[in-house]
Nanobody, 119 residues
Framework: QVELVESGGGLVQTGGSLRLSCAAS????????LGWFRQAPGKERTFLGT???????IRVSDSVKGRFSISRPAANMVFLQMNSLTPEDTAVYYC?????????????WGQGTQVSVSS
């Protein structure tokens, strides 16, 4: 049974940083893409970035490039480093996994972790 568990969310002030973690279990994720999305209240879930397979290419959304970065220290773990946070970054952040490219219809999702940025 595949399970994705996010952690690291919380409340931070404007300009602060957070690092989110996602631990995947239930199979060998070495050839899986792992990625991050977020969903703000009343808005659609949006793509943030992905790493296609362990040690594979990294893609980060232009909307957060320069502030957010993704790393994958192990085949079954992915980090999202978020810097220079603003209230507009307040959202639930989700980890996703898929055998191929990560999209909004990814096969596996975590339960989400709340990130709140105060002004």
């Amino acid at each position: 049974q595949v399970e994705l568990v996010e952690s690291g969310g919380g409340l931070v002030q404007t300009g602060g940083s957070l690092r989110l973690s996602c631990a995947a279990s239930g199979r060998n994720f070495a050839n899986y893409a792992l990625g991050w999305f977020r969903q703000a209240p009343g808005k659609e879930r949006t793509f943030l970035g992905t790493i296609n397979r362990f040690n594979g290419p990294i893609r980060v959304s232009d909307s957060v490039k320069g502030r957010f970065s993704i790393s994958r220290p192990a085949a079954n773990m992915v980090f999202l480093q978020m810097n220079s946070l603003t209230p507009e970054d307040t959202a639930v952040y989700y980890c996703a996994a898929d055998r191929s490219v990560i999209t909004s219809t990814a096969s596996y999702w975590g339960q989400g972790t709340q990130v709140s940025v105060s002004s």
